[in-house]
């Protein structure tokens, strides 16, 4: 179907081959009872973008979502490709949607492990989780390496991977060495930019990237109903986390998922070599992984009924803010953004808050990133406030009732509908707080 999208819509939607997987060239197995065919697979990467923005590729943020990575967990893919749909119907649409796809390159990988998915289908029985390298573990059916523990970071850490090829968290024998985590590595490699990364990781684990990266990467997995980010290979805070979890918090706000990362009371368990902190400590990007929903053979009714309607927005919110994470997640979020035509006048009005998504956790203090005032609510005709330029048009919105000295408060404005030109126009919200943070964009239509 994702093939039927980029013929549909080549504006949007690019596909690329990127690797193969270890099937693609080698052997299959044929004993009788859980024949794997020869041939394999290969791993395809989409880019979700619109062609047709002002903005080329090098001037766009970077996103990457990954899903497929352990096979037994069906419901990631099907996830992911539902927000794929969802960004290429919603354009000139939804207005989030659209100003996103503008500013933005979503790239998504929907199955980094093809030939595990295969067997996950056909024999779902074995639970499989690994790829089908079958290295070092006999005639059965536990062999593999676990592509979540391969990745060049923090690899062979015995105390979030194992070493013995029969176990689920096998490491591999040398990092990086099954073809699917070679075909992540490069593609995130060269789609983050190359002077943000870091060769000496292990030296620098105390050393933070600071608030002027870009890019952010998610892994989505099954299941449990968790947020994580890192540090995830031991329970200690990352030098970025109070950007990494005020991302956590505000994701929490939309699916209910519990954090799991150093340094928070569910912290489950460590895991050395996967994708999330490598993408963070080697790539320099902000990164974090869905564990959706309760089964890894995910129930239909359950997956329509709650995973998706939490997580689509979830993973739209994130998008919002792939330009600067580590800086716009701090602060304010524009929420509730609507406009209304009252004779002859646009009346435009939205909340802003700094406090209400960061804090939303029962039972969590109060965070740092959540208690400033909101200095300013900018309203922008018809350029997002990345391109603003002075000859642009924006106006300040106005507070309901008392001064701006909260860290939440509603404002408006009115503005005679003559000086918008015939035909669809549409609005930019932003907010700062008292700190100077400029928070994600918010954008809505005006017909």
Not at 42 to 52: E, G, K, M, R
Request: negative net charge.
């Amino acid at each position: 179907s994702m093939f039927y999208l980029a013929e549909d819509h080549p504006n949007l939607v690019t596909i690329t081959d990127i690797g193969d997987s270890y099937l693609k060239n080698n052997d299959g197995r044929h004993d009788g009872t859980h024949d794997i065919p020869d041939g394999g697979y290969d791993i395809y990467a989409l880019n979700i973008t619109a062609s047709d923005s002002t903005r080329q590729s090098g001037e766009k943020g970077k996103m990457l979502i990954t899903s497929g990575v352990h096979a037994r967990e069906w419901a990631p893919p099907e996830l992911l490709a539902r927000f794929i749909e969802m960004l290429v119907h919603g354009y000139n649409d939804n207005a989030d949607i659209t100003s996103i796809l503008q500013q933005t390159e979503v790239h998504a990988i929907l199955y980094v492990n093809p030939d595990g998915r295969f067997m996950a289908e056909k024999y779902p029985e074995l639970y499989w989780r690994k790829n089908l390298n079958p290295i070092r573990c006999g005639g059965g059916y536990e062999y593999g390496v676990d592509i979540n523990r391969n990745f060049n970071f923090q690899w062979a850490n015995q105390e979030g991977a194992s070493s013995n090829p029969c176990d689920s968290d096998y490491h591999g024998p040398t990092a990086e060495s099954e073809p699917e985590t070679q075909a992540l590595a490069d593609y995130a490699k060269n789609l983050f930019p190359e002077n943000q990364r870091r060769s000496n990781t292990e030296e620098r684990l105390d050393e933070p990237f600071g608030e002027d990266i870009t890019g952010m990467y998610i892994d989505i997995h099954s299941s449990g109903g968790y947020v994580y980010y890192p540090w995830g290979h031991k329970d200690e805070v990352s030098p970025d986390d109070e950007a990494l979890q005020a991302l956590g918090r505000k994701i929490n706000s939309f699916n209910g998922y519990k954090l799991w990362a150093g340094g928070q009371p569910d912290f489950v368990y460590p895991a050395s070599g996967d994708t999330s902190d490598w993408a963070y400590a080697v790539l320099g990007v902000a990164s974090l992984g869905f564990e959706i929903g309760d089964d890894f053979q995910q129930e239909c009714d359950s997956f329509e009924q709650e995973v998706v309607p939490m997580n689509l927005p979830a993973l739209l919110f994130a998008a919002k803010n792939v330009q600067k994470p580590f800086s716009t997640i701090k602060g304010p979020d524009v929420l509730n953004l609507d406009v209304s035509h009252v004779s002859g006048e646009i009346r435009v009005s939205a909340r802003a808050s700094d406090s209400e998504m960061v804090n939303a956790i029962d039972n969590f203090p109060d965070f740092r990133t959540g208690n400033q005032a909101i200095l300013n609510v900018q309203l922008y005709l018809d350029v997002h406030p990345d391109d603003y330029q002075e000859d642009d048009v924006s106006w300040g919105m106005h507070v309901v009732g008392n001064s701006l000295d909260s860290s939440e408060e509603t404002v408006g404005l009115v503005l005679e509908a003559n000086i918008f030109s015939p035909g669809k126009h549409m609005l930019f919200a932003q907010a700062t707080d008292s700190d100077g943070y400029k928070g994600p964009v918010t954008s809505v239509f005006v017909d």
